[in-house]
């Protein structure tokens, strides 16, 4: 019976009652220490654990310093595929796709090298224009222009006047510069209709002939560069004109306008909808306004400009390197006319290409490739003659178009 009535003692503190038998402070003490075990036991693993994240956090830093650092100096074909285009053709990067061009038509490739629209045509002498993931071919003194995208056919246009310039939206609106003897015309027209919606006239006399001109990304903005001569010297014109409710309310949609004595401006260049950047023989403008563009920068330039790459955010003017050792020298400005890189290179390039992973110049046998930082990461021979470079999503992984393949490289 002395054992049964232990077991039901047991039980009758297991279930939180008091043992007659045993005092309160036995209990106390065993608390404490118990206690203190835990406390022990809680802080050893807090240690442990942040020992741990230490050292993956020494880890990861290292390994980002090396990845920063890193120079790749090869490369590896991973996915190779085989295209067939004519000779003498012409390819560019449309978005990710292959756009591809010549006197008799024009077709659009993706990455694996099949064919996703393609479109025949006659020109003689054919130019291309873009804007984002459209493209607009037209024929230099003719008067036929075509618009498509990376999806397909967004319509043509026909003119009345040989076709001097023109260029493109992304929504597929086509300014052109069309000749008609005494008078330059410049009209605007919906390529998925063929119809022409504004015009207005420029004369010699008057604003100037134009030499460059360029469209904002939803259409609705035109600026004209001009030149004349007057008093026996050159003087060019900068014209803005608003196609939009706004511009109705002005003379020929004419909303603002600026003149530079003693220049040419044969660039001038919609970053986005309401930014503009031109280019003259001896400086660099910037305009902001999605209304009424007013100058917001003019820097004078003293060195001669080789080349002028841009894309919807930056703007790359390539000058000799005479003062340094290596032959060029490429300056990169933002959208708001802050210079963010500069970078000295010998390769005699064909292209020169700003994106996310880096600043890519290349010709057909050989590359170099810069971070955003300026740092060399890579510096190669490609083995076979490049027609095109394809940027990827980062450094090391690119697509290189040959004449027979298309290649997904990854740099080593």
Known sequence: M??????????????????????????????????????????????????ILALAAVVVVASYINYKNKLYIDYEVIQQSEWVRASESKSINLSGALFTYSNDGMNCTDLKGKTIWNQTYEMQNPEIRTSGKTVAVGDYNGRKIYVANT??????????????????????????????STVTWVYLYNAATGEAFADFKTRMSNSGYPIAIGISNDGSLVAVSY?????????????????????????DNFVSGYVYPEAVIPIVNFMGSDTVFA???????????????????????????QSVFYNQDYVGLVFY???????????????????????????????????TSGIIIYNDSECLIYD?????????????????????????????VTEDSIQTIQLQ
């Open 279 to 305: 280019v003259a023989d001896n400086r660099r403008m910037f305009f902001k306004g999605r209304q009424k563009p007013e100058s917001v920068s003019e820097t004078m330039i003293s060195e001669e400009i």
């Open 151 to 180: 999806q397909g056919m967004i319509g043509s246009v026909e003119t009345t006047m040989p076709i001097r310039d023109f260029c493109v939206s992304s929504n597929g609106v086509v300014a052109a510069v069309l000749d008609d």
């Open 227 to 251: 030149i004349k001569v007057e008093k026996g010297k050159m003087v060019s014109n900068i014209g803005f004109y608003n196609f939009s409710a706004v511009g109705q309310n002005y003379t």
């Open 321 to 355: 390197n005479t003062a340094a050792e290596t032959m060029y020298r490429i300056e990169i400005y933002d959208t708001n006319d802050k210079k963010v890189s500069e970078i000295a290179f010998d390769l005699e390039y064909k292209d020169i290409i700003f994106d």
């Open 2 to 51: 002395a054992e049964i009535k232990d077991f039901n003692r047991n039980q009758y503190l297991l279930k939180g009652g008091k043992d007659n038998n045993n005092n309160d402070k036995g209990n106390d003490s065993e608390k404490k220490s118990m206690d203190s075990v835990l406390a022990r036991y809680r802080q050893v693993k807090l240690y442990s654990v942040l020992t």
């Open 372 to 400: 955003w930082n300026d740092r060399l990461k890579y510096h190669g021979i490609f083995e076979e003659r490049v027609i095109c470079f394809i940027p990827g999503r980062d450094i090391s992984r690119h697509t290189i």
